[in-house]
């Protein structure tokens, strides 16, 4: 195993206190208007844009650096097809008895159904999986820790990054996704933890009428 060096740190920028709150406000209003998006437009993006938003996912912290995440970007028409069909089948099975009546309750202001297009149309799937033990050169499994926190962390990230790229983002988490590692041909491993939908925006794109919680909602202060 190799063994960590301590160096100095490098990269950050101190700011005082009005530069701080600034760039937290713009910030905030940039996140703000991010909303998730079940229309998209077939119209192409820079693969360099996706591979530098995944590259953030991948600065993501994790426990003890294990990064145990990969993302697979799915751009061929063929394999986006295969997977619409296998998440649509799933979906079918959920929707029509799987899914507890409260569930389908709470889903349905939001208008889902089993039916997917969007797999197809938006040129980019990204699917996330998480490693849940790697192997060493001895055969041996190497455990991971906090496997779930951090794929969490560095898939926020990357919705962040798509975001600010100026590109729409859906987390679509067919169940169950088993499928998604044979079609992908991933490792015994890993499983899937969800699709990244990333694309422009359909003109006709709609989004449900929700708010957000309010600051004092979803926080408190302790000083």
């Not at 119209?43 to 996912?57: F, M, N, T, Y």
């Not at 970007?73 to 029509?96: N, T």
Request: hydrophobic letters at 40%; glycine letters at 6%; proline letters at 7%.
């Amino acid at each position: 195993m190799a063994k960590y060096r301590p160096r100095p740190l490098t990269g950050h920028v101190a700011r005082d206190g009005a530069v701080m709150r600034r760039r937290a406000a713009n910030f905030y209003r940039e996140v703000s208007r991010r909303r998730t998006v079940r229309a998209f437009s077939a119209r192409s993006v820079p693969r360099a844009v996706i591979e530098k938003c995944v590259l953030s996912a991948g600065s993501a912290p994790s426990g003890a650096n294990m990064q145990p995440w990969h993302f697979t970007v799915v751009s061929a028409p063929a394999v986006k097809r295969r997977i619409r069909l296998a998440a649509e089948k799933e979906e079918r099975e959920f929707y029509d008895g799987r899914a507890p009546k409260a569930w389908l309750k709470a889903l349905q202001p939001l208008g889902t159904d089993a039916n997917k297009p969007y797999l197809e149309t938006a040129p980019y799937l990204i699917v996330v999986f998480q490693r849940g033990y790697d192997i060493d050169a001895a055969g041996q499994r190497i455990k991971q820790y906090y496997v779930t926190e951090s794929v969490g962390i560095a898939t926020g990230i990357l919705l962040t990054a798509l975001n600010h790229a100026g590109l729409a983002t859906l987390t679509h988490t067919p169940s169950p996704m088993g499928f998604l590692r044979t079609l992908l041909g991933r490792p015994a491993n890993e499983r899937a933890a969800m699709i990244v939908v990333a694309g422009y925006p359909a003109r006709h794109a709609k989004v449900p009428d929700i708010e957000r919680k309010k600051l004092t909602d979803i926080a408190s202060f302790i000083e």
